[in-house]
């Protein structure tokens, strides 16, 4: 369930500039329905930070995920996934996971090289010895958390319903090829923003965890910040959303 949350979230687009604040923080709430009732299961919160090394300056971009006390006992999640860009153009450099679902740990780092299409991994699972990798992508492609701010940089003021954006990203040192599909405008509640007027788009990607046609959905405020407020989901074992609870 937790890939399926953050697959929602994921798409991008390589074109467009960067208007991101380097200083946010984007808090949710994840629900799951249970015996027909959506239930409030966990908190992802999303956060924007620059830093300076004595060669760069980076836009670090964060997501942590965290089931709520209460049903850490059925399933516990405690994730965190960050991804070290170019503030300009988003391009990622050093992309790190950190995942502990349920008793399943998994450590990644990845680091992209200077040719833009080789990626040099470390994984380790459990209490397994640590892998390292080389693999090749696109030049184009992105990690995860990088894909989720590049989409805030499409311009979907220009987009007619219908249209796509395609982008390859990079995950379990794989690439998935994700559409995301303008649906249109929609006013809808989001959160302590209260009414607003958002871009609906639709998600797909080569993979088995998303099922139904247009039933992965999420919706971005029609302004220039293209804060996600909302997200539904269907997998194959049911529904959910992710929906905004604050925005600093």
Not at 118 to 128: A, D, F, L, M
Not at 184 to 189: D, L, R, V
Request: aromatic share 10%.
């Amino acid at each position: 369930m937790k890939k399926t949350l953050l697959l929602l979230l994921m798409l991008g687009s390589l074109q467009g500039r960067a208007q991101l604040r380097e200083s946010e923080k984007l808090v949710y709430v994840a629900s799951y329905s249970m015996s027909g009732l959506m239930t409030q299961l966990a908190q992802v919160t999303l956060e924007t930070k620059k830093v300076a090394t004595s060669k760069s300056t980076f836009l670090h971009l964060r997501m942590e995920a965290s089931t709520f006390s209460k049903w850490d006992s059925y399933f516990r999640i405690r994730d965190v996934y960050e991804s070290y860009v170019n503030p300009q153009t988003l391009a990622p450099s050093l992309y790190k996971r950190n995942v502990s679902e349920g008793g399943y740990t998994k450590v990644e780092k990845y680091i992209y090289q200077p040719d833009g299409k080789t990626i040099s991994s470390t994984v380790r699972r459990r209490n397994g010895n640590e892998q390292s990798n080389t693999f090749t992508v696109k030049p184009t492609s992105v990690d995860i958390i990088a894909a989720i701010y590049r989409l805030r940089t499409v311009d979907f003021s220009k987009f007619k319903p219908g249209q796509t954006v395609a982008l390859d990203v990079v995950f379990d040192e794989k690439e998935i090829a994700a559409q995301v599909k303008y649906v249109g405008k929609e006013t809808i509640s989001a959160g302590k923003l209260g009414k607003k007027e958002c871009y609906k788009l639709s998600l797909s990607a080569k993979t088995e965890v998303l099922t139904g046609k247009d039933k992965n959905l999420v919706w971005f405020t029609a302004d220039e910040k293209r804060i996600p407020v909302f997200a539904q989901f269907s997998i194959p074992v049911g529904t959910g959303q992710l929906e905004l609870t604050s925005a600093n």
